[in-house]
């Protein structure tokens, strides 16, 4: 190995890259990373961390307005973008540093700079044309925002990465998409206060989760005073003299706003990257193709992370790194399993679900059993609000197995993590049944619904 600069090269120190790059370092590998922007990646610069404390600032209007149900007299109530803007930034460097006195600590030499591939065994980096030399290299480079380039005027809108940082709150918005970031953003800016429009060409918002709780998250978003439009589109989008826009869609409406915000999708970030030079085998969307061991046609390069498009969330992007760095430096093999995943959307109101959706179990195995509850959380009994939360348990007749359990509701997502250990331990039903409700609490139901809502069979 020695006649290499390093036994690995990490490209992108986000959350894949950099456990990848300190596994590898404290399995005795010379590790060096590049990161063209700033330590952390997506998840902690602008993803993941300073999403969920937007969610947390939005959340405060309603819990003031519940708190009149307690007794509480809430005074007058001001809210400073530019004071949140401030105190994110400032967590999201604090975060920062800990990742680079992190990879120092472990001696990863760090290179402030994009780099690309030259080939099987070696990159350059742009900022100071350095050529280096590595055994391996691993491509952990993550996705960045989709726009579609074919719209007219799609020179004016924003996506996440520009949310973070907007000088100013938008008086009204409207957020183009139906995935999670779309719909979380939507319940952000709709929290703050500002008047905001979701709009996604599908029929129904969050593509691939279970259908009821997708029916929930979208009533409850519009009994929040969200406009959600369905089928529809932007066609156009024009810039007015006063510098709010104009969106026509598809359908013929006409939607104006402050901000125009996409949240389509993302790509995987492998343009120029020289992948294509060294025979790295990509798909149509450019998502680097690798096994399940995060390996690449060509022997020495990897991929771990958004960019092999496998499933894009950091614990996963975490997971596949320390997989890759403990096979090929720890002498210890061991592959990812993405068949389940527990995850949340920090939507308004929240979800968290883990294993088979409906559709999902029913093309497996046509006897289920579905136990689904639906009621007001206690604290809405004095708070007064019209909101609902879902329990839903997807449950196989035969082996009376759970292969899915779906909640949308306070804390939906703490649950589904403690959800995720039951599910990989292959609970069945009766194993909710047999465990002792803690009271009062909501999650009670899932270990008190006795007879399930719906059978269906064959
Ligand atoms: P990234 O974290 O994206 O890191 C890639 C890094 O590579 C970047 O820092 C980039 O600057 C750098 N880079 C790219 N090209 C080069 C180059 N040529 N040279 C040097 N450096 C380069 N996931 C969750 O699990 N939960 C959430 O709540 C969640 N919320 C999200 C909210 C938003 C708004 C977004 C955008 C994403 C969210 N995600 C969430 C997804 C999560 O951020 C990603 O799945 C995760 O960051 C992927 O990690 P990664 O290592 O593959 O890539």
Redesign the pocket.
């Known amino acids: 190995m020695s006649d290499y600069d390093y036994d690995l090269f990490v490209?992108?120190?986000?959350?894949?890259?950099v456990r990848a790059a300190r596994i590898a370092a404290t399995h005795g590998a010379r590790v060096g990373i590049?990161?063209?922007?700033?330590?952390?990646?997506?998840?902690v610069?602008?993803?993941?961390v300073p999403?969920?404390l937007f969610v947390y600032a939005s959340k405060f209007s309603e819990e003031f307005e519940d708190a009149e149900g307690f007794g509480w007299s809430v005074g007058e109530r001001g809210f400073s973008w530019s004071k949140l803007i401030a105190a994110k930034d400032q967590e999201i460097t604090r975060l920062e540093g800990i990742y680079r006195r992190n990879l120092d600590r472990t001696n990863v030499e760090m290179h402030d700079?994009?780099?690309?591939i030259e080939d099987a065994h070696t990159v350059r980096l742009l900022s100071t044309g350095q050529v280096i030399t590595t055994r391996y290299i691993l491509v952990?480079?993550?996705?960045s925002?989709n726009v579609d380039t074919s719209l007219p005027g799609v020179e004016h809108v924003i996506t996440?990465n520009e949310a973070f940082h907007l000088d100013e709150l938008p008086g009204k918005i409207v957020v183009a998409g139906g995935g999670y970031?779309a719909v979380?953003f939507a319940g952000i800016f709709n929290g703050l206060g500002v008047d905001t429009t979701l709009i996604y060409r599908g029929e129904e918002i969050l593509r691939g989760f279970d259908m009821d709780l997708r029916t929930t998250v979208r009533q409850e978003m519009e009994k929040k005073g969200i406009r959600v439009i369905l089928n529809d589109a932007f066609s156009s989008i024009e810039k007015q003299a006063d510098g709010s826009f104009l969106g026509k869609t598809r359908n013929g409406e006409t939607l104006a706003a402050d901000r125009i915000m996409f949240a389509i999708g993302?790509n995987p970030?492998t343009r120029d990257?020289g992948l294509e030079k060294a025979g790295v085998e990509m798909d149509a969307s450019g998502a680097i193709k690798v096994s399940t061991d995060s390996r690449t046609n060509i022997e020495s390069i990897y991929a771990?992370?958004?960019?092999t498009n496998r499933a894009?969330?950091?614990?996963?992007?975490i997971r596949e790194?320390h997989a890759f760095a403990d096979t090929v430096f720890g002498n210890n093999p061991w592959t990812v399993d993405h068949s389940l995943i527990a995850?949340?959307v920090?939507s308004q109101p929240e979800m968290g679900t883990v294993g088979l959706t409906q559709d999902e179990a029913l093309s497996r195995t046509p006897n289920l059993d579905i136990y689904k509850s639906s009621f007001r959380p206690m604290k809405h009994t004095l708070s007064g609000r019209d909101e609902k939360m879902l329990m839903k348990m997807i449950v196989d007749a035969e082996t009376q197995k759970v292969l899915g359990v779906h909640i949308v509701g306070p804390d939906a997502g703490e649950l589904a993590q403690i959800l995720g250990v039951t599910l990989q331990m292959g609970a069945t039903k009766a194993d909710f049944d047999r465990t002792i409700a803690v009271h009062p609490t909501a999650a009670e139901e899932l270990v008190t619904m006795r007879e399930p809502t719906e059978r269906l069979r064959g």
């Open positions: 490209i992108g120190g986000g959350s894949g890259g590049a990161e063209e922007y700033r330590y952390g990646g997506t998840c610069i602008r993803g993941c999403k969920k700079s994009r780099a690309v952990a480079v993550g996705a925002p996440s970031i979380e993302r970030h990257l771990v992370g958004d960019v894009n969330l950091t614990p996963v992007a790194g995850t949340a920090f």
